[in-house]
């Protein structure tokens, strides 16, 4: 078989979006493609779990079995993954919330079962960076996607300097145990005026978008000292005002 032809197994790898909050979020195609996966390849099989027991599975019996793939055992399950995805079984990839490989495990997977010319399908969704960069009041496009900041210091300021001047929106990930530090680092490069807004615990009771200068926000933090919730921060371009 050549390059260009398509694999001749029936596996298919459907990489599911999960919700990031509100268990509502998840659509109807993504429950179907997870209810009749032969193998759920997930980052945790707890928080995957939990997951099935919202949708009323009724116990184990009713839910595919869990594989455990995540940043410290990826390169390891790829073949099991990969054999299951040749032998014609239907394999759903998820991450513990969002869409998988943006900041989760997944891409090596994807990548190796491109190169085998097995079928990779995306089941689109819950997704923190669009929810951010759409409730933040700042241009919403072009941006670019950052992940997560390096959590030493240095590297951080590093990290924030070399894209200090992008001309066009910016969006990254922070622990809220971080966040603090690291919207002072991002201040120190970005400058204090640069427009910016954090958001958290966005889809669930308690979403808060804080939105105004790095400085403003960065001493809101402070002042708060503790915060809840995986963090999102969206900051304007350079030279640019909303």
Do not use: W
Not at 14 to 21: D, F, L, Y
């Amino acid at each position: 078989m050549s390059e260009d032809e398509p694999a001749t197994t029936a596996g298919r790898l459907r990489i599911v979006a999960t919700p990031i909050g509100n268990l509502a979020d998840l659509s109807p195609r993504a429950r179907e493609a997870l209810l009749s996966a032969d193998l759920i390849a997930c980052e945790d099989t707890r928080r995957t779990g939990r997951l099935f027991q919202s949708l009323g599975t009724g116990g184990r019996d009713r839910r595919p079995p869990l594989l455990p793939l995540h940043d410290h055992n990826e390169d390891r399950q790829i073949g099991r993954v990969l054999e299951r995805l040749e032998q014609g079984d239907a394999v759903a990839l998820v991450s513990d919330a969002g869409t998988p490989l943006v900041s989760d495990p997944g891409y090596r997977l994807a990548r190796a079962a491109v190169a085998k010319n097995i079928p990779v399908e995306a089941l689109p969704g819950p997704s923190a960076i669009l929810a951010a960069l759409v409730v933040s009041g700042l241009p919403p496009y072009p941006f670019t996607f950052l992940g997560f900041p390096p959590p030493k210091q240095g590297k951080r300021r590093r990290f924030f300097e070399a894209h200090a001047e992008v001309a066009h929106t910016v969006v990254f990930f922070e622990s809220p145990q971080r966040a603090a530090a690291t919207l002072a680092d991002a201040a120190d490069a970005f400058g204090p005026d640069r427009d910016a807004a954090l958001a958290r615990e966005l889809t669930k009771l308690h979403e808060e978008v804080l939105r105004g200068s790095l400085a403003e926000i960065a001493a809101q933090i402070v002042e708060r000292g503790k915060l809840r919730g995986e963090v999102t921060v969206v900051v304007g371009g350079y030279g640019r005002r909303p």
